[in-house]
């Protein structure tokens, strides 16, 4: 996967328990953000995921079967 430079500024504290946490991992600041990072894009994932599931089983969120789909695209499998 490619790289993409982001430019962002991080309130103090958090800056300095970057600085700590990286050298006391003996990582770089970016890997130890990449980490943070995954951790919590994989915790949201478990938050969407049960905020759909309500929706869905509340009537709010409409699901479609796949063979619709595909016969509504098209798509012939």
């Known amino acids: 996967m490619g790289t993409v430079k982001k430019l962002f500024a991080l309130d103090e504290g958090i800056a300095r328990e970057l600085d ?3 050298v006391a991992l003996h ?3 970016k ?4 980490t943070a990072l995954d951790f919590y894009f994989d915790y949201t994932d478990g938050i969407i995921a049960d905020k ?3 929706l869905i089983k509340s009537g709010k969120m409409k699901t479609h079967d796949s063979a619709s789909v ?3 695209l098209g798509i012939d499998l």
Request: aromatic fraction near 6%; hydrophobic fraction near 30%.
């Open 20 to 22: 700590i946490v990286a």
């Open 27 to 29: 990582k770089s600041q």
């Open 31 to 34: 890997e130890v953000v990449e």
């Open 52 to 54: 759909t599931t309500e």
């Open 70 to 72: 595909y016969q509504e």
